[in-house]
């Protein structure tokens, strides 16, 4: 049991730093994008605008909102407000690690080991069930899978070592 | 020509569209086809029940899966899927108080209280009956509207298409409850998105940065699946969800009471379908369709007071306008190629990848395949009423699930459905990344309607852009130079600076009262 984070204040990120890391990412993103049309050419050739033509004005009105968006961020938001106490961000972390790896396995054992793994992180981590529940839904969910869309659907899904052992 | 043979004109194109109508009845009632609607419908609703699987990403999931059937089938399964995920959302707000969708957070307002005071099958009842009526009143608009919109838009050229692109996105900015700057944000990010890889015009490469996975283009469908599916998975995991509810039966007497009682409200009703038509046609979409018809019915009826402790009526009113607003969301998309919300953008997507341009002209080419359409909207809303009326104990169950069960197998279903897009790996790692920014930008006030938005319409709003300063020589002016062009930019600056107008309008007004 986690007592002492129930009782304690509520503690984490405040709401103003994430608002302004979004709008910093923003601005980021939106230099990016001049960069790239500035490459590819903004303005006219003799043909008409070229590709970068558009894209530049979208970036330049991306950093003209970030900007605002930032100073709104600094002024507006109260500092006390939290973005989520450290509890909610670890439940998001929780699912994100496994999202991470289950990804990352995906292109090397394939969509159904990598699935079976992922269920099974869950239910035994997050559900804490008993192993014969776990085995049963993270074996039975990648078969009903294969079943649907591999035969069914015929749509082909990414596969490793194991699936090429049995011969698919 | 005399005044006589143009209303006999206007007589024989009626009739040919009612003869069209049916003839789609003809196709939709095919057995493979009403199969398809059951299933879609079934799909769907249990997409509107479970929080973390929206209706956007539902539909962009099983796009793949339809490659393989005809483009009529295709678009009878995934509307079905749409009209589910509307009818569902008002299960989990009645039954756990959990809205399954943000349209039906106004549902939980009054439809819990009376699910805690027992009067859960009523509150049901009220809510897919409303649901039904709110969404035939929006078919019906269609069926008459839509067709005279698309002739009307076959006189458009590249500036009128632009301009309307000008006027849903400025509707976005203008009417949205979000930061205008914010809204700006995340639409423009979008359209950046959008014009990744290859220039459709020049055939030129941009902003590819030298990736070659990056040639292809983003496509929206894996947007869609990262921030609406990811991203809202890792909000429910955050909120630390625990499904508590009341469990319901619908039985013949209480359907028939709750129906008995229903005529009463019918001017609400009407009121409730007229602010959701409007609201979904513009794109301010159902969510807050919803919020407005409960905030007005409120205001106007007799028990207002009482709204919040289980009033039928606090029902009624948001959920006729949700399903009138996500149905006739469909409306500028058919007929002018501007969706009004995001699951009506991922449909176009679909209508795209089919071959089939979206806009004035697909009511000549593909006469059958919008007819058809037409058609299954009509029954795939009884399909849906059917299914949710008796399938309620089934839907309340499945909720019982833990959700460390439940969200394993939807970020499976995310995964299969980003990598049958273009059979790509890549593709499921970028959901990942746009799981994230949806997370953070959905928690910082970012709509994100607009982004997917425009990232489906970025090319086609570019090119109709790039032709207007073709034909006008990089003069701007093109976009006033006529009565059309012009009204419709002026209504979009209207749209677009709307609070400073409706601000200034309430402030003139108050003076004299001092």
Known sequence: MSKPSETAVRSGPAHRTVEIGVALFTAIFALVVIAGSLKAGKDWAFDGPRAGFFPFYIGVSILIASVVNLIRAVIDVPKEKLFADWTQLRRVVSVLVPLAIYVAAISWVGIYLASAGLIAIFMKWLGRYGWLKVAAYSIAIPIIVFIVFEKYFLVPLPKGAIERWLGF | ?514
């Open chain 2, 1 to 514: 020509m005399p005044r006589g043979a143009s209303t006999q004109a206007i007589k024989t194109k009626t009739m040919q569209e009612i003869a069209n109508l049916f003839g789609g009845f003809a196709t939709v009632l095919e057995p493979y086809n009403i199969m398809l609607m059951f299933i879609g419908v079934l799909l769907g609703v249990l997409i509107g029940v479970l929080p973390g699987l929206g209706g956007a990403n539902g539909v962009a999931i099983l796009l793949p899966l339809t490659f393989s059937m005809s483009p009529t089938s295709a678009i009878i399964m995934l509307t079905c899927i749409y009209w589910g995920a509307l009818f569902g959302g008002a299960i989990t707000s009645i039954l756990f108080n959990i809205p399954g969708e943000p349209w039906s957070v106004a549902t939980t307002f009054d439809g819990y209280p009376m699910a805690r005071k027992g009067q859960a099958a009523e509150a049901l009842t009220a809510a897919f009956s409303s649901s039904f009526i709110g969404a035939l009143f929006a078919v019906i608009v269609i069926t008459l509207v839509a067709p005279l919109v698309a002739a009307f838009a076959l006189r458009f050229g590249p500036a009128e298409k632009f301009s309307v692109y000008f006027l849903a996105f400025c509707s976005f900015i203008g009417l949205s409850k979000e930061p205008p700057f914010k809204t700006i944000a995340a639409m423009m990010i979008g359209f950046a998105l959008a014009s990744v890889g290859l220039d459709q015009m020049t055939g030129q490469l941009r902003l590819t940065f030298g990736f070659t996975s990056l040639l292809p283009g983003i496509d929206f469908l894996i947007a869609v699946i990262g921030l609406f599916g990811i991203g809202e998975i890792l909000l429910t995991m955050e909120e630390g969800l625990r499904f508590k509810g009341d469990s319901a039966r619908l039985s013949l007497r209480v359907v028939l009471r709750t129906w008995a009682e229903m005529p009463k409200y019918w001017f609400m009703i009407l009121r409730s379908a007229i602010i959701g038509c409007w609201m979904g046609i513009t794109p301010a979409g159902a969510t807050p369709a919803s919020f407005m018809s409960y905030g007005i019915a409120k205001r106007m009826s007799k028990r207002g007071s009482k709204f919040g402790t289980g009033e039928i009526e606090g029902v009624i009113a948001p959920e006729v306008a949700n399903n009138a607003a996500g149905t006739s969301a469909l409306l500028p998309m058919l007929s002018l190629g501007v969706p009004g919300s995001p699951t009506a953008a991922v449909l176009l997507g679909g209508l795209l990848i089919w071959g089939l341009q979206p806009g004035p002209l697909l009511f000549v080419e593909q006469k059958e395949f919008v007819w058809s359409l037409i058609a299954s909207m009509y029954l795939g809303n009884i399909a849906s009423l059917i299914v949710v009326m008796t399938c309620v104990p089934l839907f309340a169950a499945i909720l019982r699930v833990p959700f460390s069960i439940i969200a394993p197998i939807i970020l499976v279903a995310c995964a299969i459905g980003a990598f049958s897009v273009h059979n790509s790996t890549f593709d499921i790692m970028l959901i990942l990344v746009f799981g994230v920014v949806g997370y953070l930008l959905k928690k910082c006030d970012y709509p994100l309607a607009p982004l997917v938005l425009a990232i489906v319409l970025g090319n086609n709003a570019e090119e109709s852009f790039r032709q207007s300063l073709l034909a006008s020589q990089g003069s701007p002016a093109i976009f006033w130079s006529n009565g059309l062009v012009g009204t419709i930019m002026a209504l979009g600056l209207i749209a677009l600076f709307w609070p400073l107008i409706s601000n200034g309008w309430s402030r003139l007004r108050s003076r004299p009262a001092f």
